[in-house]
């Protein structure tokens, strides 16, 4: 649900919308191509378990977070979840946090959506024992 | 703006480098005037917002003190104080995302010079207008121009939809 809500290149926070005709239309009859396009939860399975390779490296995390920025999309509790985890795995906290600020940044005008991601992360928030940058004082100047 | 901010770091490095970098800030701090900011080949930190993870650490010589700070960084972070990991924050990375997204006042800069400029240039069409031009010529004085409107108006011209057709001939005033 969450995914349809955050593609940030539509208009509306709140609209259900998708804008893949091929995938929620089976009735439409014209394609616009005919690869197959991957679902949100595939998408979210392929991210979560990349991050969840128990011996990735420093490369592989920067590699992997500044890639999933670049998309138009803030990422799914779980992909952070997952994320964090590998910060842990690399002993990595200012990675972390970086991480934290930068799906806030991505949010943009979108203002619900970070407290959400936070709600959603607490736990593992609380369990590794990461600061938001808010408890920092890091998210003022 | 590109200009003013070369010609400010040209200043810089031309005469206040040797006071404002000394060895020790170049080497604590691994990303600026050290030989590798100018060597593309080598990875280098930059301050990106659509790149959160940079390629190396802000800080790579780190002192004892930061290397103490990094093992304990091995163990649980919930040990860790809010100074801690604020400073862990900082060895990797220079500006956080609302540094990064803070603009500058420079924009009063260049419009304050902006204006100073348009004002001294009109200052010298003021002094240009007063001491270099001579007189306007005659035709355009009041009295001439009264006499050549009213021999305008006699000669009907325009009368259609320019300058007599605006006259009312009638009741000898403008319409």
Redesign the interface.
């Known amino acids: 649900m969450f995914r349809a809500v955050v593609r940030l290149s539509t208009s509306g926070v709140r609209s259900l919308a998708r804008i893949r005709p091929c995938y929620s239309a089976p009735l439409a009859s014209r394609c616009c191509s005919h690869a197959k396009v991957e679902t949100d939860e595939e998408f979210d399975a392929r991210w979560v378990t990349y991050f969840s390779k128990p011996d990735i490296d420093a490369w592989e ?2 590699e992997g ?2 890639t999933l ?2 998309y138009d999309l803030v990422p799914e509790p779980k992909i952070l979840d997952s994320a964090l985890r590998a910060c ?1 795995r690399l ?5 972390a ?3 934290l ?2 799906v ?2 991505k949010s943009g005008p979108h203002k619900d959506i970070y407290p959400y991601l936070i709600q959603e992360l607490q736990p593992t928030l609380i369990e ?4 938001t ?1 808010e ?7 | 703006m590109l200009t003013s901010r070369a010609l400010v770091r040209g200043l810089k490095s031309g005469f206040w480098r040797p006071l404002s970098s000394t060895s020790s800030v170049q080497a604590a701090h691994g990303k600026d005037m050290s030989p590798d900011v100018l060597d593309p080949s080598v990875p280098q930190y930059n301050n990106r ?7 190396v ?1 802000f800080v790579r010589n780190l002192n004892s003190e930061q290397r103490q700070l990094k093992e304990k ?2 163990g ?5 104080t ?1 100074e801690e ?2 400073a ?2 900082r ?3 220079e500006l ?4 990064m ?2 603009g500058s006042s420079e924009w009063k800069t260049v419009l304050g010079g902006v204006f100073i400029f348009l004002g001294f240039s009109g200052m010298l069409v003021w002094w240009q207008r007063i001491y270099v031009f001579g007189e306007v010529p005659h035709t355009l004085s009041d009295e001439w121009v009264e006499k050549q409107t009213q021999r305008m108006i006699d000669m009907r011209i325009n009368p259609v939809g320019g300058f007599a057709y605006h006259w009312d001939y009638v009741k000898k005033q403008w319409k």
């Open positions: 995390l920067k977070m500044n920025i670049g842990r002993n990595d906290l200012a990675s946090i970086r991480i600020e930068a806030k940044d590794l024992g990461i600061s940058p408890d920092l004082g890091m998210d003022k100047l | 917002l659509d790149t959160p993870l940079s390629d650490p960084e091995k649980p972070w919930t040990k860790l809010k990991k604020i862990l924050y060895l990797t990375h956080t995302y609302p540094e997204r803070r």
